[in-house]
């Protein structure tokens, strides 16, 4: 198709006017109709030295686009809450607090050659004694672990805000632990020998156990 004022070539749609030229490689003429597929190219011409070229695209609207982004954000804010480090923060201090206090008790049984130093674990924390079932220990001054001056922990309370939702499971006898006066660990309430190595879990979210090695008493975590 040929005009004085406007030309299209078969160069890939080259449109050119006086004053105007778009030059499009994805434009295809298929005949010699003019007739073009998938594009159409209408032209309207308000003067020799302008025209309006409207095109079909396939491709993303603006509208479509940001529809895309605030979903991408949506997705980024619930994997962020979902895998919040503060929730590996508070599980890592529990694990740090739990193994230090049996750390302590097992070196009250070791300093006081008491009969037995234990920890008593339950749900939502736990209590330590000097001797078991007779003398609470006294409190190192944590605010946690301070309750009226006695050694009890209790994760569900206002004192422990910090390790709110933590929780402790144990696959040790009656859920006591205790050492004699060589710092050995034994199980229950009647203070019997741990046939190997003891664990106590501390769960938030995710769970992370402590061990207590048969014998020794070690205390170790990862």
């Known amino acids: 198709m040929k005009d004085p004022g406007c030309m299209i070539q078969d160069s890939g749609c080259m449109i050119q006017d006086s004053g105007c030229m778009i030059h499009d490689t994805r434009f295809r003429i298929t005949d010699k109709k003019t007739i073009l597929h998938r594009v159409s190219c209408i032209m309207h011409r308000k003067s020799r030295t302008s025209c309006i070229v409207h095109r079909d695209n396939n491709g993303f609207t603006l509208i479509e686009t940001i529809m895309v982004m605030v979903i991408a954000v949506i997705l980024a804010a619930v994997v962020a809450v979902r895998w919040s480090p503060f929730d590996t923060i508070k599980l890592n201090s529990a694990t740090r607090k739990v193994a230090g206090d049996i750390r302590y008790a097992q070196k009250v049984a070791i300093s006081t050659q008491a009969t037995y130093a234990a920890i008593a674990f339950n749900t939502n924390g736990y209590t330590v004694y000097d001797t078991y079932s007779s003398i609470i220990s006294r409190s190192p001054g944590d605010p946690c672990s301070d309750n009226g001056g006695n050694f009890e922990v209790a994760f569900n309370t206002p004192r422990c805000s910090n390790f709110s939702g933590v929780t402790i499971t144990t696959n040790i006898t009656d859920d006591v632990l205790q050492f004699n006066s060589l710092g050995t660990p034994l199980q229950g309430i009647f203070a019997s020998v741990i046939p190997s190595d003891r664990t106590i879990t501390i769960t938030y979210k995710d769970s992370k156990p ?11 975590y990862q």
Do not use: L
């Open 210 to 220: 402590i061990y207590i090695e048969v014998g020794t008493g070690r205390v170790s």
